[in-house]
């Protein structure tokens, strides 16, 4: 196959959810040349990708060599770090270290860095309204991204800075879904009280990074952040409630309920949904839907995600400790 002459983008994390969601979007748009960046070449979704267009390539976070090999010669870097693969901040903030002088050394010109708060700008680690986790986090899956925005400026790269929202697929994919409780109603279960979560469809992710790499002259340097929608409980309850046929409950648990959670990242999920919750005016004005919807005019709100997704979230058993859990209180 002949070099293609369309600009190429490399694309860190290509099999997942944020990664292979702006592969697709690249290659669909055919303005693009895209390198798909994986640990596993030979994976069905890497050959996926490469049935589509792609070229796959191996690379690592964890092993710098590997990056800079496959950063070479891009001229834009979608960039992403796997915090659930291995719930270790301080392996996120090197693995954005290691991409950070990478993308230098490769002097790519424009790289798209999916970032969050670092809430300890919020919550001093003193400060007890966020519990202070393993010394040095509050909310680790945040905070470690929020830190690694300097290293993209400290280090000269091109940089616009992504913050994006709450996926929804979170309902398909780890149990937070409507779930039959004893007396066989729906409960949907969200620990944000009345305040509005911003939520958006990850399949967005990439129409919204295509936007940025087509005007680089307008958003290298800047942050913005972005949403699909804007809803409290109440309100997803409801539209849960149209698609489903019944009627389904919201219910906001304790921060402290959540923390207690018998899974892995109970913890700096209860901590999230509090920063969330607590901050919520802030952490709103930094998730525009209006600016998402400029940028991708198709962008789903909640009821489309809902009427795409809606055979994968009626639950007729306690399947997640997270819903389980709360239900059994």
């Not at 030979?42 to 050959?47: I, L």
């Not at 790499?213 to 849960?240: C, K």
């Amino acid at each position: 196959m002949e070099p293609s002459t369309l600009p190429l983008v490399a694309v860190l994390g290509a099999t997942g959810a944020q990664g292979g969601s702006t592969a697709r979007a690249l290659l669909e748009s055919g303005r693009f040349a895209v390198r798909a960046l994986t640990r596993r070449p030979e994976s069905a979704a890497a050959r996926a990708l490469r049935a589509a267009g792609a070229e796959v390539v191996h690379a690592d976070l964890d092993d710098p060599p590997t990056l800079r090999t496959a950063f070479a010669g891009a001229q834009g870097l979608f960039a992403v770090t796997p915090y659930w693969t291995h719930h270790s901040p301080e392996r996120e903030y090197e693995q954005a270290r290691h991409i950070a002088c990478a993308a230098a050394e490769a002097e790519v010109p424009h790289v798209v860095w999916s970032t969050q708060e670092d809430t300890r700008r919020w919550v001093p680690l003193e400060d007890e309204q966020l519990p202070t986790l393993r010394g040095r986090w509050k909310v680790p899956q945040y905070d470690a991204k929020g830190a690694a925005n300097a290293l993209f400026r400290e280090r000269g790269v091109p940089t616009t800075l992504l913050t994006l929202s709450f996926f929804w697929e979170n309902l398909v994919r780890y149990g937070m879904q409507p779930q039959r409780a004893a007396d066989g109603g729906l409960v949907f279960t969200l620990p944000m009280g009345t305040k509005p979560l911003p939520g958006m469809a990850a399949a967005d992710v990439g129409r919204l990074a295509l936007a940025l790499f087509e005007r680089p002259q307008r958003w290298v340097g800047r942050s913005l952040g972005v949403a699909g929608a804007h809803l409290d409980g109440a309100q997803m309850a409801a539209a849960l409630a149209r698609v489903l046929g019944e009627p389904v409950c919201h219910r906001s648990p304790r921060f402290d309920e959540v923390a207690s959670l018998p899974f892995p990242g109970a913890a700096e999920m209860a901590n999230m949904f509090r920063f969330l919750h607590d901050f919520n005016d802030e952490v709103l004005a930094m998730r525009s839907v209006a600016v998402a919807r400029e940028l991708h005019p198709g962008l789903l709100d909640f009821d489309a995600w809902l009427a795409r997704h809606a055979q994968q979230l009626p639950a007729q058993r306690r399947n997640s400790a997270y819903e389980a859990g709360l239900l059994a209180r």
